[in-house]
């Protein structure tokens, strides 16, 4: 509440100052009119109100009280001034000459004295001396002078009040929405994360995509239909709110336990792609416990590098050696293709970067390539265990 | 080959001011608080602004029956009264009865209604000479326009204050004799009239705009209890379109909707669609609280920097991350005050050891430092509270720079290896 308070603040001098600096330029142009006034008052008033003016702009600057007692003290001590008598005949449109000065500029300090008891009773105190002085210089208590300098205090300290008060109502609401959205944010956030744990339902999807891409090149389109069709079923249960494994392609498994054996998996791999037309042959190692999210991002950069050979490389097979120690996996991935110059294409065009090297970083793996024109195309994986 | 793997220059969604795409869940939440901040307690202004008129209206009524007997026919006097009561009877039951709306039409209506009880005043004050000190009913009507101005738009107000000034100075030159003994009084009443409507549009507009940006504000705080690292509003309502045109086109080839071998159309709609999808997947995770809230505030997203390479802010406790986005909110102060050119860069890190406490000794804790430097900022202008908020992040150090604050912080937070 510390900022509505300083909010309310800020709103509540800017106010006084409108109306004040408003109300004193019309007390000043009708004083200097000429015969309003005797000259020698108006050497005393027009400073006096000036001062006022800038303690006026000041409360709103610094925020300081002392301006608002200067601002007070300036106006009661103008509107004495001006009302002083004169040797001469007293015009006797001065009174109503001093009324914007003495019921409104005056006044409008009372808007930033509303938010305190102690304020309020300076305010109070304010006005009592405001009408106390007006009336001494009208003759009498029931004037029109009074009654309008009266009126305009009551006025405008109302007008502080109402305003004072509706910005913590104002807060209240702001606060209710900003939870509102709270809620709405974590709930979202919690959508995030479920979509992007269903990683290997987005892994199947991201590879049908990328077929369609090619109009399905190398694939029967039946093929084709019957993977759209198991997909597109997939995301319809993920949009429902559940969290679909595949299975209907025999790719994965569904256990969810913390470490998965790598081989089983592989063999997926290995049938999803010889159904695309491209044969990988697995050397080394076949059982490595992983990390499901280690498992998942190593599959994932796998096949990247496989749908690459499968696309460029012009060739129908592809070497995978999996090899491990205590503290790593390693996969290379290797073909006899055409190859390609490394300084010819960048990283990001083949899409190794995003894919390949950015999913391998978040487990704390990493990914190199080998290739030059003509000779084929290595990458090895690296994954901790 | 050609138009698959373009992973960078992907054509996005359209997007709203703030970043978040127009259809988002985000974005229309964010613009119904938006539509609603235009009205927020504004009701409640609207209340005290009749109570203020109604006083004003009772004050204008004694004073026209106790001068009564001046005037030399007093039926229009009368019926700008009558007329001026009902108006301001009617509206505020219509108001009260409809909700807090008012539309164009009746604010013509209720125009007209008061421009006649201004032209019935001052038919009745005419003969009198002094606007000044006769003119009640006229006055009124402007203050009449106190309460309506919570529920029109602020020109439409300017335009009736403008009018009802042009015909106060009208008549006051017309039927007022200009001497050193009426002029204070002129100038009073039509000041009187004019200036409440005006300085309440004014005022009005400032509370508006304050409720805007508190709520801005209010919005993008509900960032600082998010995790480490969060996909952000942005990245969910993203994700959930993607797979929904995922799985569209998908269901499309599976049904036969979508002929193959696909159209080139087609197949590159799909490959920005995997291009999207992966990059979502894989990108979506890697920025702090910090980065979400200054790309979706209005406010931030225009003068904030953050440069955060390593994602640090994501280490800030949520204390220190509601004093560090308090106090770079509060050090851009009020929009309107705020001169062109004022900008904040945040930097953070590296990270370093914690020097002479038990808890770094055991590794337990480092040191972030965040670098606020701004430019445009001068240091006397800083408030209190800024300061008060930028000691819950940390133990901080203040130079100038350039005639603009710069502020060193030091932020302790839980050592992430440790946890």
Known sequence: MDIFAQE?????????????????????????????????????????????????????RTGSRVWVLVGLATGMTATVVALLPADGPTSPSLATAVIP???????????????????????????????????????????????????????????GVWLGRSVPLAARRIYSIGNAHRAERQASET??????????????????????????????????????????????????????????????????????????????????????????????????????HVLDAFLLALAECLENVRRHAGVTEAHVTIIHDDDMVRAMVTDAGVGFDLTGVSEERLGFKESVVGRLREVGGSARLFSSPGAGTTVVLEAPR | MSIDENTLGVVRGRRAARGLPIGSTGARSLRQARAAGATLGTGYLGFGAAVIAGLQAAYGLIFFLSHISDYPSVVPALLAWLLYVAAFVGTAALVT???????????????????????LDFVAIWPLHDVGAYATASVAAGFGLLPIVTLRPARELVVASSLLLVAFVAM??????????????????????????VVATSVLQRFRRMVQVELDRVLVQSNVTQPRFAVGMLASDELARLDLAAEKLLDGVAGG??????????????????????????????????????????????????????????????PQRDGLLQAVWLLLGDSKSRTPGTSITLTLGPVTAVTGSITSLAGRSVDVPVVVSTTGIRRNRVTPATWNALERVGEYTAS??????????HCIVDNPAES
């Open chain 2, 172 to 197: 006051v030159v017309a039927s007022t004799p200009l001497t050193s003994a009426t002029v204070p009084q002129q100038a009073s009443v039509v000041a009187l009239a004019v200036l409440p409507g």
């Open chain 2, 257 to 318: 909707d979508v002929p193959l071998p696909l159209a080139p159309k087609v197949a590159s709609q799909a490959a920005s669609l995997a291009t999207e999808l992966r990059l979502h997947l894989i990108e979506g995770r890697r920025e702090t609280w910090l980065h979400h809230a200054v790309t979706e505030s209005e406010y931030l997203g225009r003068s904030v920097t953050l440069v955060d390479p390593s994602s640090l802010a994501g280490l800030l406790s949520p």
């Open chain 2, 400 to 409: 100038t720079h350039e005639q603009s604050v710069k502020v060193h912080l």
């Open chain 1, 101 to 159: 000065l003495a019921g409104g500029a005056t006044a409008a300090f009372t808007i930033v004295l509303t938010s305190s008891r102690l304020r309020i009773v300076t305010a109070a105190v304010a006005f009592v001396v405001a009408v106390v002085l007006v009336s001494i210089a009208s003759g009498s208590f029931f004037t029109f002078p009074v009654a309008a300098t009266a009126l305009g205090w009551v006025l405008v300290f109302l007008t």
């Open chain 1, 191 to 292: 959508e995030a994360q479920r979509r992007q744990g269903a990683r290997l339902l987005h892994d199947t999807v991201l590879a049908t995509l990328t077929l369609l891409a090619h109009s399905g090149f190398g694939v029967t389109p039946q093929a084709l239909q019957a993977q759209a069709a198991e997909d597109a079923r997939l995301l319809r249960h993920l949009r429902l709110g559940g969290t679909p494994q595949p299975q209907a392609s025999g790719d994965y498994s569904l256990e969810t336990v913390e470490e998965s054996p790598l081989g089983q998996t592989l063999e997926s791999v290995k049938q999803r792609f010889g159904r695309m037309g491209l044969e990988v042959s697995w050397h080394g190692t076949g059982q490595v416990l992983l990390p499901t």
């Open chain 1, 8 to 60: 309310r603040d800020r709103l509540l001098s800017s106010t006084a100052r409108t109306l004040g600096i408003a109300c004193a330029s019309v007390s000043l142009l009708a004083l200097v009119y000429p015969g309003v006034t005797q000259p020698t008052h108006l050497l005393g008033v027009v400073p006096l109100v000036l001062l006022q003016i800038v303690a006026l702009v000041l409360v709103g």
């Open chain 2, 97 to 119: 009865i409809r909700g807090e709306r008012l539309t164009g039409r009746v604010f013509a209506a209720i125009g007209v209604v008061l421009a006649l009880v201004v032209a």
